[in-house]
């Protein structure tokens, strides 16, 4: 044999070697993945906490299963169904995790509505460590039938509107404002506002067709839902007190938990808690600061007003009446209301820093 031949037939020999080495190691990983995972949520790819917590979680559950499971991300409800419907896609496993605001079930978790009430909210970070606390510690008879990875909060929420600016209390009256849940609605109506009430990922459309005049959401979800240059006056206030937010969850199908080995369960649970809530907390609190950047930059179109101290204490005034209505109104359905907003007051005293 000639030493082209002899040479040819070496790299053949390794070329074929390697690809079965390939093959045979695809078809081990495939035998090895005992579990899948879908996670679906109503947010776009591109969302910070798509982007920089659930592709990392991904990661992290895959690698330290021994890729014994896959987690599948279906972002912009791939899946199917609404924002409102994914905590019972979740509850009758439909899917098996789910990224949802408890508050597009209007009434269904009154204990969660707290962190709905106005000026409450720090930031993302240390208030989403306060929700994740407060619902271990008062909500377990509200989430029956899921297992919480993260109870969170989103960061700040402002005011962000079309064309009118929101210097005064009065800037606001008889504008369509789109809220997210029943007591952001409630304190909107009696700033005067007319409160349309829908999914962030609705506002885009509503916004262009004239339906509703502004919204209120965390900067980091501006870009996130494409909002950036039809929504140019942001409205902010002062103190270390956000106007609102709003508790989210991430939480899994509590079947699909119990079903998992120990071994696995330990692995979905070092990788939940008071850390996890925290991390989607600073993430959006750090696209919160690009987005807020990009505006003072001229980057993006738009403006930020921030209200003086005397104007903001006016539409705290008019948050504390919402604070009292809804406390009346829990101890109505049997709860404690003062002590419930005392716990998640004193909560996001104790996590910011």
């Known amino acids: 044999m000639t030493q082209h031949a002899t040479s040819h037939l070496r790299r053949f020999v390794l070329t074929t070697a390697a690809a079965l080495s390939i093959a045979v190691t695809s078809q081990v990983q495939a035998q090895e993945t005992e579990y899948t995972l879908r996670l679906h949520h109503f947010f776009p790819a ?5 982007q920089e917590y659930f592709l990392p979680w991904k990661e992290a559950i ?4 021994d890729g014994r499971i ?3 991300l279906y972002p912009s409800m791939q899946l199917g169904g609404t924002p409102p419907s994914l905590y019972d896609q979740a509850k009758d496993g439909q899917v098996d995790i789910i990224w949802t605001v408890l508050g597009y079930n209007s009434g269904r978790f009154p204990k ?3 962190f709905d009430l106005p000026f409450l909210p720090t930031s993302g970070a240390a208030t989403s460590q306060a929700a994740h606390e407060y619902a271990m ?3 377990q008879d509200e989430l029956e039938g899921v297992h919480p990875i993260a109870v969170h ?4 929420g402002a005011l962000h509107t079309k064309e009118t600016r929101i210097g005064s209390l009065e800037d606001i009256e008889g504008l369509k404002i789109r809220g997210p849940s029943r007591l952001v609605n409630r304190y909107l109506a009696k700033l005067g506002a007319e409160p349309i009430g829908m999914p962030v990922a609705q506002a885009l459309e509503a916004l262009s067709r004239g339906v509703i005049d502004g919204t209120v959401i965390p900067f980091e979800a501006i870009t996130a839902m494409g909002l950036a240059d039809i929504t140019t006056e942001h409205t902010i206030f002062s103190g270390d007190r956000a106007l609102y937010t709003t508790m989210m969850i991430v939480a899994m199908n509590q079947d699909k938990y119990d079903a998992l080995p120990d071994d696995l369960q330990a692995v979905i649970d070092a990788h939940s808690g008071s850390r996890e809530a925290y991390q989607i907390g600073q993430i ?3 696209a919160d600061h690009r987005q807020i950047l990009a505006i003072q930059s001229g980057e993006q179109p738009g403006t930020i007003t921030r209200l003086d101290s005397e104007e903001t204490a006016r539409w705290q005034a008019v948050g504390q009446e919402v604070v009292d209505d809804w406390i009346a109104e829990a101890e109505e359905k049997g709860l404690d209301g003062q002590a419930l907003y005392d716990s998640a007051t004193q909560l996001v005293d104790k996590y910011t820093r």
Not at 46 to 50: K, L, Q
Not at 153 to 156: D, F, N, V, W
């Open 112 to 114: 969660a509505e707290v």
């Open 153 to 156: 909060t989103h960061s700040p």
């Open 62 to 65: 895959e690698k330290e299963s």
């Open 70 to 72: 896959e987690v599948q």
């Open 284 to 286: 959006m609190d750090r």
């Open 137 to 139: 510690t008062h909500m």
């Open 46 to 50: 591109s969302a910070p906490v798509h």
